[in-house]
T-cell receptor
Framework: DQQVKQNSPSLSVQEGRISILNCDYT??????FLWYKKYPAEGPTFLIS?????DKNEDGRFTVFLNKSAKHLSLHIVPSQPGDSAVYFC????????????FGEGTQLTVNP | NAGVTQTPKFQVLKTGQSMTLQCAQD?????MSWYRQDPGMGLRLIHY???????DQGEVPNGYNVSRSTTEDFPLRLLSAAPSQTSVYFC??????????????FGNGTRLTVT
């Protein structure tokens, strides 16, 4: 039962352009969402999060948008840089206020110079 | 401050062998957990612990045991390795076990191959 889905396994963009990574979820009880970034041979690192009481959260070049009615969130990276090339996972806690995260499958972002 | 340390980085086992994947954190985090990452499946929770002496099962616990005798350490034991356990294993910890304001910190993983 994949409650968090990332339907695009890969995305390629040019340096300086916008990267948009998408994530859909099925459980309407999810109230908090996180994005993690993972480089090869390293563990995932926390990137940005959003609470369900907001529809947008911004941190520098990274913005996460949440559309609760569509059960959809997206991560925007502007401008994209080659160092952003990584696998991006969206995740949500399985229980309210818990750290038992359920993860999407991940999207490999490649930013070309 | 090393964060979350996992050993070994790589391991090859034969079917039926047992082994322990080590995980230690030096951040005084109460919450620790183990995930496995398989191609096309994201990360799946194996076991977790909300504090010393307390453990519980995640999504995919079969074939694995854990214990939490100290705050710092959370080893994962494979009882009788099977090829289906070939995966990359990540240990993660957080301060409070509350996702809000306390994101997980991950180790760099153990790549396990079972032949």
């Amino acid at each position: 039962d994949q409650q968090v889905k990332q339907n695009s396994p890969s995305l390629s963009v040019q340096e300086g352009r916008i990267s948009i990574l998408n994530c859909d979820y099925t459980n309407s009880m999810f109230d908090y969402f996180l994005w993690y970034k993972k480089y090869p041979a390293e563990g995932p690192t926390f990137l940005i999060s959003i609470s369900s009481i907001k529809d947008k959260n911004e941190d520098g070049r990274f913005t996460v948008f949440l559309n609760k009615s569509a059960k959809h969130l997206s991560l925007h990276i502007v401008p994209s840089q080659p160092g952003d090339s990584a696998v991006y996972f969206c995740a949500a806690p399985r229980t309210t206020s818990g750290s038992r995260l359920t993860f999407g499958e991940g999207t490999q972002l490649t930013v070309n110079p | 401050n090393a964060g979350v340390t996992q050993t070994p980085k790589f391991q090859v086992l034969k079917t039926g062998q047992s082994m322990t994947l080590q995980c230690a954190q030096d951040m005084n985090h109460e919450y620790m957990s183990w995930y496995r990452q398989d191609p096309g499946m994201g990360l799946r929770l194996i076991h977790y612990s909300v504090g010393a002496g307390i453990t519980d099962q995640g999504e995919v616990p079969n074939g694995y045991n854990v214990s939490r005798s100290t705050t710092e350490d959370f080893p994962l034991r494979l009882l009788s390795a099977a090829p289906s356990q070939t995966s990359v294993y990540f240990c993660a910890s957080s301060y409070s076990g509350q996702a809000w304001g306390s994101p997980l910190h991950f180790g760099n993983g153990t790549r396990l191959t079972v032949t």
